[in-house]
């Protein structure tokens, strides 16, 4: 809640700057005219909130007298909060400050430099950045392979497999299973069997779990695909096309996720320009399993388990990108309803990106790119704080990156930030795919396709096998929509080894949470990479690729492999993960429950004890009082106040929590 202050603020004097401003603005090339995003000090929080409590979050001016001097010279048209009020979250919001940041909008003839100066000199603002769209770790004017459902239905019916799942597909999923026999390399190229994420020797421990939910930020995610479409998160209460907002979250008809672009419920996978790039990520992530049609997902369910939820987080629609102020909005939306793990193929590019193949170097340090983008490291810091549960499977959240495709010896950032996973890309055979950033910021490796090792210059490979279906060159199989038309399809890069560990996290959580097992965000990211395999021993020697190998008369390129040798981060390892889970982390624990006075509340113990529950029991009755029937534990408030409960299982052990009975609780559960 917003919270008004009596009394004028015209008598308010300003604050003093801290620190002397910066001689030069940081203004990154195609920052938005007209925008500047600021973090103000939290002094100022009292005035902030009466502003907009005046103005029903929609203002001009902020209602400090030296800021709206600046906005007034700018003419100022729109000040208004970056991340939108969500009543359930807005305790945690303040406390990581985020409710201190805004956008401003203003002429966009005003020079971007001079208002920069202009704000960062006010005492009372912390931090001021310029606004811009995000850019993709890929290139969307390149085509993926595209495979259509008749396509993979004719190739359904003349093939047969002993794979763990009955998708048909699965077999071209050579990036899950490599057995070694892919026939898709040149006579220098090569395949290794083993080189593949370790998922056979995982799924036989586990295939998902619906209560772990990776929000895909990309394209979105074609909801309605059919082989995506059981393991699409959805939220409940929420229709599209009603123009409310049914939770009170802050967003209108979000039932799927939200389209951070147009600021509107209704994702879009056919605007002109759409490449199905998100729905390719969601795939390897969960595409469903073992129903008969298409591929498999890492995490997509099967042998009774149902699959992991993608949320869809749309940041790019068509030729458009969202902004870094709707970017940041994503994050804290993903976090806050419910995600654990962040999707993210797309970044800047790398600093040492070579500009003679026309990429522009992104920031070089985290230093340097925490100061041009302090919204968006926030934000990520957000996520990671603030993502999951303590009486959860994880305390806190999974940022995943890819590392990048400009062929460049440094990770892109955000990918390169020390808090987030950055993926690099192989190749079949263990080794670097050509195009993949490396560096020592990379974490963990997955495989990514290599199209230029594995294709035969000159030619476009759209190579057919004798039923008249697409074989691809090396590259990664995933569920796909073109022209709004749902699909399978090839595509590379970095973008499509990230979805490979996104997946094998979410894999791993959903079994941590059937072993009731506990992690925090950092615990579980080390044992992602403790788990993985040391690659380095491969890097030996030289690779030939062909840089643009459809194009006739392409000259071969030479990659020096000792160059990546500690740089390429630890092949992921789905299998070795999940048997690493047991003896890791710490058994859940019960929650603390809050009910309000007159009201009952259910609590599955299955959730959170591995043994069964035998008895239930309060210290102070004339509080809650508990009854316990087949593990479902119903708690009935009689009074304000706390109380002790003990939980008495059929091994011996007790497990304890505190009942809450407070006025205000509006029923809202656990925390």
């Known amino acids: 809640m917003l919270v008004a202050i009596s009394g004028c603020t015209k008598d308010i004097e300003p604050l003093a700057p801290t620190t002397p401003p910066s001689t030069i603005a940081p203004i990154p090339e195609g920052s938005n005219q007209g925008e500047m995003i600021i973090k103000f000090k939290p002094e100022m929080e009292s005035i902030l909130d009466a502003t907009l409590t005046r103005s029903g979050e929609c203002a001009t001016r902020s209602g400090i007298p030296s800021t709206d001097e600046v906005l007034e010279i700018l003419n100022a048209y729109s000040f208004e909060r970056v991340f939108p009020l969500d009543p359930r979250h807005e305790e945690r919001t303040r406390e990581a400050g985020l409710h201190l940041w805004y956008i401003v909008k203003f002429d966009t003839s005003e020079d971007l430099e001079s208002a920069y100066k202009r704000l960062s000199q006010l005492g009372e603002v912390d931090k001021v950045q310029c606004n811009r769209e995000i850019e993709r770790a890929y290139n969307p004017s390149s085509a993926p392979r595209f495979v259509s459902c008749d396509e993979a239905i004719a190739a359904a019916t003349t093939r047969s497999s002993t794979l763990p799942f009955n998708d048909p597909e699965l077999y071209r999923q050579w ?3 490599n057995d070694g026999t892919a026939t898709f390399a040149q006579e ?13 020797e995982a799924w036989e421990l586990c295939t998902g779990d619906e209560e772990i939910i990776v929000a895909v930020f990309d394209e979105a995610v074609m909801w309605s695909h059919p082989d995506l479409q059981d393991n699409i998160w959805i939220n409940e209460g929420e229709e599209l096309h009603a123009g409310k907002d049914a939770d009170g979250n802050g967003y209108v008809d979000d039932k799927y996720g939200y389209n951070f672009v147009r600021n509107t419920g209704v994702t879009s996978w056919t605007s002109n320009g759409s490449t199905g790039h998100g729905t390719h990520v969601a795939g390897t992530i969960a595409a469903v399993n073992d ?24 940041l790019f629609d068509g030729m458009n990108s969202c902004s870094l102020a709707m970017e940041a909005r994503a994050m804290k939306y993903a976090a806050d309803n419910g995600a654990v793990i962040l999707q993210c193929s797309w970044g800047y590019n790398s600093s ?29 810091d957000y996520f990671i704080h603030c993502a999951g549960s303590p009486n959860g499977v994880i305390d ?73 279906i697409l074989q691809e060159q090396g590259g990664i199989y995933s569920t796909l929509v073109v022209n709004g038309v749902a699909g399978y399809g090839y595509y590379e890069g970095t973008s499509m080894a990230c979805p490979h560990v996104s997946g094998v996290a979410a894999l791993g959580l959903a079994y941590a949470k059937q072993q009731k097992r506990h992690f925090t965000a950092e615990e579980f990211r080390d044992l992602m990479y403790d788990t993985a395999r040391d690659i380095d021993e491969y890097f030996i020697g030289e690779k030939l690729f062909y840089m643009n190998h459809s194009s006739a008369g392409a000259a071969p390129m030479k990659m ?39 009201t009952t509340q259910q609590l599955n113990l299955e959730r959170y004890i591995a043994q069964r529950a035998t008895q239930a029991s309060v210290t102070n009755q004339d509080i809650a009082r508990v009854t316990l029937e087949n593990n479902i534990l119903t708690i009935e408030a009689k009074a304000v106040g706390q109380t002790s409960l003990s939980i008495r299982c059929e091994d011996g052990s007790t497990h304890y929590a505190t009942i809450t009975v407070r006025k205000g609780a509006n029923d809202n559960g656990w925390l």
Do not use: H
């Open 175 to 177: 990036c899950y299973i």
């Open 188 to 200: 220098w190229a090569g395949v290794l069997a083993g080189c593949d994420a370790g998922c056979e």
């Open 291 to 314: 129903n008969g049609i298409g591929c498999s997902g890492i995490a997509g369910g099967g042998k009774g388990n149902k699959g992991v939820k993608i949320m869809t987080c749309q």
């Open 352 to 380: 040492k990106a070579n500009a003679i193949l026309g990429y522009t170097p992104g920031p070089a340090t985290e230093e340097e790119w925490a100061a041009l983008y302090p919204l968006e490291k926030e934000a990520i």
């Open 396 to 468: 806190g959240g999974l940022v995943i990156f890819a590392s990048g495709n400009e062929y460049a010896a440094q990770s892109s950032f955000p990918a390169a930030y020390s808090k987030c996973i950055s993926v690099s890309a192989l190749a079949a055979d263990y080794t670097p795919a050509s195009y993949s950033n490396y560096g020592k910021e990379v974490l963990l490796s997955a495989p990514g396709g290599d199209l230029e090792y594995y294709g035969t210059p000159g030619a476009n490979d759209n190579i057919y096998d004798e039923n008249g």
């Open 560 to 598: 020096m492999l000792g160059d990546y040798r500690g740089k390429m981060g630890r092949l992921v390892d789905a299998g070795a993960l999940l048997k690493a889970i047991d003896g890791s982390g710490r058994d859940m624990r019960l929650p603390n429950i809050y009910i309000a006075p007159g």
